[in-house]
């Protein structure tokens, strides 16, 4: 089970680095590094400010609804995540806090997954509110969990899939994704300085290696637009695609005579994607040209600074997105020329926040994954037949 990254952005920008300078070299590398890592602890905190200005009266009035709750939300996870080496067995828990307006909430997660036999196993436990689980019915309203039985789950829909073959699809492509993203990081150059070393910090009371990525407005869309354009003229990325969708195809259970074409109709698809490469990149490209004519990223950037530790891992992140979005310039910008309507005035600010400490790196943990049965849980299948949500 690999750390997922609270903002997806991270994962864009850590397969953008280049090997051209050494702090974008060490900071990958760290990256890397972190897929191996067996346990860990891991705490964030992410908050939100929101601010709009030159709206018309009706738009104000409405933004100041949800303006409040907004500024006023912070949202806490907390994760533990321990798996063998092999990467075949692994469970999690995610504790999350919410505070919206100063209304507070929590729920858990548990993640049970196996695929070192050949029975894989991956379920999810979910701790509901206790409010939301009343409105499953008043028969849930006691209940604590909702169980996620993902075998269950993919074997009773229209096209039952293969459990087993999704699994070990999942574990294989694991290493030939590692494997795609070095070959990638090597070879894709985003024409600028992306990662810069800021010396060392006590964070936490640990001394650390920092390391800061930072994206204005110009260089964001810059990254954007060569990172697209080198996936698009690139045969290995293409190459991966088709193998991962030749592979996901390959766990469907085709057994309606209808459904027996499909793979067919999946490298039909295929080919015709890859013929129309050279259209959809002029057609991005087109659109890239407008999306550089509006501003999206405010004043600040967006900044986000990793510490690294004495043995190489990432233990430290913060990072801060300005968002600044003309709603006029987008529309002046994307409009048809038969369009003759006024555009629409304002701007709204969007900012997020966010911190994360992560700590008991390989060290031994024990996550309790809790006992349900029928009168404290409800299946998802149970949950998704419901005929109506109480209110």
């Given amino acids: 089970m ?3 990254s609270i903002i997806s952005l991270v994962l864009v920008l850590a397969i953008a680095f280049t090997g051209c300078t050494s702090e974008e070299l060490k900071l990958y590398n760290a990256f890397e590094k972190s897929q191996d890592i067996t346990s860990m602890e891991s705490s964030t905190d992410i908050s939100f400010t929101i601010e709009a200005e030159g709206l018309s009266q009706e738009d104000q ?3 100041e609804m949800v303006k409040n709750s907004i500024n006023n939300s912070k949202f806490n996870v907390n994760q533990k995540v321990t798996q063998n080496k092999d990467q075949t067995i692994a469970k999690g828990q995610i504790d999350l806090g919410f505070d919206i307006g100063g209304v507070k909430s929590d729920m858990q997660i548990w993640v049970d997954s196996d695929v070192s036999g050949d029975k894989p196993k991956l379920v999810e436990v979910i701790k509901m509110p206790s409010m939301l689980m009343s409105s499953f019915g008043p028969e849930n309203a006691d209940k604590q969990y909702i169980v996620y039985d993902v075998e269950k789950l993919l074997s009773q829909g229209e096209t039952p899939v293969d459990f087993s073959k999704m699994m070990n699809l999942s574990k294989d492509m694991g290493p030939k994704l590692n494997e795609f993203l070095k070959n990638y990081v090597k070879n894709f150059d985003p024409g600028f300085k992306l990662v810069e070393s800021k010396g060392n910090s006590t964070v936490n009371g640990k001394d650390l290696s920092m390391y800061q ?3 204005d407005d110009a260089s964001f869309k810059k ?3 060569s990172s697209v354009n080198y996936s698009l003229d690139n045969k290995e990325t293409i190459e991966f695609v088709k193998e991962y969708i030749n592979l996901v195809s390959s766990a469907m259970e085709v057994t309606d005579p209808e459904n027996v074409l499909a793979q067919e109709e999946i ?3 295929l080919k015709t994607l890859q013929e129309n490469l050279p259209k959809f990149k002029a057609e991005f490209n087109k659109f890239m040209d407008n999306f550089d004519k509006v501003k999206v990223i405010g004043d600040k950037g967006i900044v986000i600074d990793y510490g690294i530790n ?4 990432i233990v430290y992140e913060a990072g801060s997105i300005d968002l600044s979005i003309n709603i006029a310039e987008i529309e002046k910008a ?3 020329d038969e369009n003759n309507e006024a555009p629409t005035a304002g701007i709204v600010k969007l900012g997020v926040n966010y911190k994360t400490n992560i700590k008991s790196i390989n060290e031994k943990l024990n996550i309790e994954i809790p006992q349900t049965n029928e009168q404290n849980s ?6 998704m037949e419901l005929d109506t949500i109480e209110e």
Avoid: M, N
Wanted: hydrophobic share 45%; charged share 40%.
């Fill in 334 to 336: 994307f409009a048809s």
């Fill in 2 to 4: 690999k750390r997922l």
């Fill in 61 to 63: 009035q409405a933004f």
């Fill in 213 to 215: 990525v930072k994206l």
């Fill in 310 to 313: 004495k043995d190489g891992y």
């Fill in 378 to 383: 409800i299946s998802i299948e149970k949950l």
């Fill in 267 to 269: 490298d039909k698809e």
């Fill in 223 to 225: 990254l954007v637009r």
